[in-house]
């Protein structure tokens, strides 16, 4: 078969213009109420990648004229000084959005963690309430990377509903919270992951594969339908300790009809998704 070009889903390119719309709404709530959204982002220990990651989501506010403050914590924080910190920023009236990256320090139990922030603090919503209207239909925030990749697959004019869509990987950050937005805009979708028989007869069936599993260009083409949009979502190290996806690019590049690059797809989306959920917590508190 001919070798085709695939659309290359600029990420980038769509969080800046969802930054820049999330940069007027935030002038618009400044004006009419005199009060300034704002992020809280509590970070715990000594994570490197956390921390750039924490650096960006600053970033991403100072942008979109977000007021955004971290608490840097350290690593032999015990669950009940967290609790403490947490009770006080869902007190403090400033603070529309409370985050607290992750993973933790050993030994403290993220759920506990995410389930002492106020649900509408919580802007990552990863809290059950939250998690749970999400899957009832009836959701209050989004969850910001399976958001994100709705509104990539929307920009590169690719069409869910009816279409087949496999998500591969089952985490409650993304696999799962990817299903179900993908079921409400009216996909066909399959959930797999290391238990699945015949994986490559799963994906092969997919018009659009989401990759979630943390396995450095794991995917190659074997594994994709010609033709189908390619959701990389994977931020892994390949052997020279570059950034790259669970999707091996080069390979899959000239076989599917549409793929997200890392980095630059998925990765920026997931930011931009998060300051809107802020704006989002901002219009609620009012
Ligand atoms: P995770 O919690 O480790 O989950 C990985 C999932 O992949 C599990 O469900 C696992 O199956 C499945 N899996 C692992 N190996 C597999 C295989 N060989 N075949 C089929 N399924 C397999 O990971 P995660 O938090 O969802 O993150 C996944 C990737 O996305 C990571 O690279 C992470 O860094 C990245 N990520 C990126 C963003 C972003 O903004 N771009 C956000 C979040 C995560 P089992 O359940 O059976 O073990």
């Known amino acids: 078969m001919e070798d085709r070009q695939a659309v290359i889903i600029d990420g ?13 709404e935030v002038s618009e709530i400044v004006s009419k109420t005199g009060r300034r959204p704002k992020l809280c982002v509590i970070i715990a220990g000594d994570n490197q990648a956390s921390k750039v990651y924490v650096r960006n989501k600053k970033k991403a506010c100072e942008d979109c004229g977000i007021e955004s403050e971290t608490i840097e914590l350290d690593g032999s924080i015990t669950k009940e000084e967290l609790f403490d910190v947490i009770d ?21 139990d993220e759920k506990e963690i995410i389930a002492r922030i106020a649900p509408d603090k919580d802007v990552d919503c ?16 989004l969850p910001c990377t399976p958001a994100g990749i709705i509104e990539l697959l929307k920009y590169a004019g690719v069409t869910i509903k009816g279409a087949n869509c496999v998500v591969v990987g089952r985490s409650n950050i993304v696999g799962k919270p990817v299903g179900a937005l993908l079921l409400a805009e009216d996909g066909t979708v399959t959930t797999a992951h290391s238990k699945t028989k015949d994986l490559k007869k799963v994906t092969g069936e997919a018009d659009i594969l989401v990759a979630a599993i943390g396995k450095a260009k794991f995917f190659t083409k074997e594994y994709i339908k010609p033709g189908a949009a390619v959701i990389d979502v994977g931020m892994d190290r390949d052997e020279e300790g570059r950034l790259c996806g669970d999707v091996d690019f080069d390979d899959v590049v000239g076989i599917c009809g549409a793929i997200t690059p890392v980095p630059g797809g998925v990765g920026p989306m997931t930011v931009a998704m998060l300051m809107k959920n802020t704006v989002k917590a901002a219009r609620i508190h009012g």
Do not use: M, Y
């Open 126 to 141: 990863f809290h059950p309430v939250n998690v749970g209207r999400v899957f009832t239909g009836d959701p209050v925030f």
């Open 88 to 108: 006080r920023k869902n007190a403090d009236k400033s603070v529309d959005g409370i985050l607290v990256q992750l993973p933790l320090p050993g030994g403290i």
């Open 12 to 24: 980038k390119a769509l969080a800046l213009k969802i930054r820049t719309e999330v940069a007027a």
